[in-house]
């Protein structure tokens, strides 16, 4: 296993009728901060539903710490209980606040005290605290959200996979969401992969950027230089938005 | 009209009276009707959830079944289930036939396709989503199932109330497998049949009213079931 190696796709692809996602190779270091950005249709979620066991590859060798998919299912789930994901459209429990962040701990098989100090923290932390009583369907967009994402992090995940977290909301939401997402990376050392439309947001809050484009990773590097000096003509394009999509 | 009025009149004298006759119908229909809903319920909900879960075009066949099985008119109903406890049916070795037992048999065979189909169409709206999140989040299938029933929970206890409403209400098939006998197995439905042929409105308007009572009682319990969603913390 290489040092520091989460997550190694090699040769992956998904193909319904036709092939939407091809990976040739893709690595991910432990404790940074992804960004994959690319138009409408490029296959970015599709990455994120196989490296979250959602959607099985057609294709490919996946190497989770350098160990191979675990054919038993139980190793299965032990394996996806090391990650979570939170979808573009949030879905939220028709219950509380409170049992909506508790409930990966409560599948885990955490104890109740362990819950409740573990939940009670996690909501003063990211500043939800005095929701924790609200029913979760009477939720703001923007709230919805980061009771979402504390939901998917209360178990401390090593990989956190977020998938377009901001769109549709307003910009004290985006800020209040972008803290949360810095703050979990520096203070839990969690590695975040996340996809987003937004060129901007992906700089201001990526270590790497991932540009994909019709099913293909295009380039990959730091973030700064992606965005000020891109290797492929269409990374550039779509960096200036002149990617017609 | 004034018949009528008597009659609705003669009826709260029989129920404020507690009138054992009237008191032992309408136990014995409520045990077969709870009893049926509640195996209607056990089969319905879990074979629903799993089919509201699998891609409609995997299902298409089975659906067609179903959906059959939900318009199927209680005569037929009680005619299959009849032939198969009479005495040259394949069950007919258990002497069911004009039993209690037969009735609620009969009434599974009713309510079951209703609380099935209704189930699939209602997880069917939200399932995938939902099972999606879970999954994401850590749970095991069973857990996922469970949630996603849980998060159903609206649409799965309108497919049971509209299975108990359509078992309760039904003469047919519990008629045919029953034989609406004095004492064992007569229902209200059967006996507001009967009561009417014989002219005894008072007892047939009698037990109109507390079917219609009693319904609405069920499904108000149930509907405030559905406002659940307490914390835990």
Same mark, same amino acid.
């Given at each position: 296993m290489t040092d520091g190696v989460l997550l190694e796709l090699q040769g992956i692809s998904k193909s319904y009728n036709k092939e939407v996602l091809s990976v040739d190779r893709l690595t991910l270091k432990k404790g940074q901060v992804y960004g994959i950005i690319g138009p409408s249709g490029a296959g970015k979620s599709t990455l994120l539903r196989i490296i979250n066991l959602l959607t099985p590859p057609t294709n490919?060798?996946?190497?989770?710490?350098?160990?191979?998919?675990?054919? +038993?299912?139980?190793?299965?789930l032990k394996l996806q209980r090391k990650m979570s994901l939170v979808f573009q459209k949030t879905v939220l429990f028709k219950d509380s606040v409170w049992n909506n962040v508790a409930y990966g701990l409560r599948a885990r098989g955490y104890q109740r005290e362990e819950v409740k100090e573990r939940v009670s923290h996690l909501l003063e932390h990211v500043g939800l605290a005095d929701l924790s009583r609200r029913r979760a369907d009477t939720l703001s967009g923007g709230e919805a959200q980061r009771v979402a994402i504390a939901r998917a992090v209360a178990f401390d995940p090593?990989?956190?996979?977020?998938?377009?977290? /901001? @769109?549709?909301?307003?910009?004290?939401?985006?800020?209040?969401?972008?803290?949360?997402?810095? /703050?979990? +990376?520096?203070?839990?050392?969690? /590695?975040?992969?996340?996809?987003?439309? +937004?060129?901007?947001? @992906?700089?201001?809050? @990526?270590?790497?950027?991932?540009?994909? +484009?019709q099913g293909r990773i295009v380039e990959t590097g730091p973030a700064e230089k992606i965005f000020s000096n891109p290797e492929k003509e269409s990374t550039r394009m779509f960096i200036e938005g002149r990617m017609i999509f | 009209m004034s018949r009528l009025l008597e009659g609705v009149y003669e009826a709260f004298q029989l129920i404020v009276s507690f009138d054992p006759e009237l008191i032992q119908i309408v136990l014995l229909s409520l045990r077969i009707s709870i009893t049926a809903i509640i195996i209607a319920?056990?089969?319905?909900?879990? %074979?629903? #959830?799993?089919?509201?879960?699998?891609?409609?075009?995997?299902t298409r066949l089975l659906n067609k079944i179903i959906f059959t099985f939900m318009g199927m008119p209680p005569v037929v109903a009680g005619l299959i289930i009849y032939l198969i406890l009479s005495r040259q049916g394949p069950l007919g070795i258990l002497g069911l036939l004009y039993s209690p037992t037969a009735m609620v048999i009969a009434q599974v065979f009713l309510a079951s396709p209703? %609380?099935? &189909?209704?189930?699939?169409?209602?997880?069917? #709206?939200?399932?995938?989503?939902?099972?999606?999140t879970a999954r994401s989040l850590g749970a095991n299938s069973a857990l996922a199932t469970w949630t996603v029933i849980r998060e159903s929970r609206i649409a799965i206890l309108g497919a049971i109330i509209t299975g108990f409403s359509r078992v309760v209400a039904e003469v047919g098939a519990v008629m045919i497998v029953g034989g609406n006998i004095a004492g064992r197995t007569?229902?209200?439905?059967? #006996?507001? %049949?009967?009561?009417?042929?014989?002219?005894?409105?008072?007892?047939?308007? &009698?037990?109109?009213?507390?079917?219609?009572?009693?319904?609405?009682?069920?499904?108000?319990?149930?509907?405030?079931?559905?406002?659940?969603?307490?914390?835990?913390?």
């Open positions: 490919g060798v996946y190497l989770f710490e350098g160990a191979p998919l675990p054919t +038993n299912g139980r190793e299965l090593e990989l956190l996979l977020l998938d377009e977290p /901001t @769109a549709n909301l307003d910009p004290v939401n985006v800020e209040l969401i972008e803290n949360m997402i810095r /703050t979990l +990376n520096h203070e839990k050392g969690i /590695t975040v992969i996340m996809v987003t439309h +937004n060129g901007f947001q @992906a700089r201001r809050i @990526a270590d790497e950027v991932i540009f994909i +484009n | 319920t056990l089969i319905g909900v879990p %074979v629903g #959830a799993i089919l509201g879960l699998k891609p409609e075009k995997k209703i %609380v099935m &189909g209704l189930t699939m169409v209602g997880i069917r #709206a939200k399932g995938s989503e939902i099972e999606e007569r229902v209200m439905t059967t #006996a507001i %049949v009967l009561e009417t042929r014989r002219g005894n409105f008072e007892l047939a308007i &009698g037990l109109g009213i507390i079917l219609l009572a009693l319904s609405f009682i069920i499904n108000s319990i149930l509907y405030n079931i559905q406002k659940g969603g307490k914390s835990d913390d």
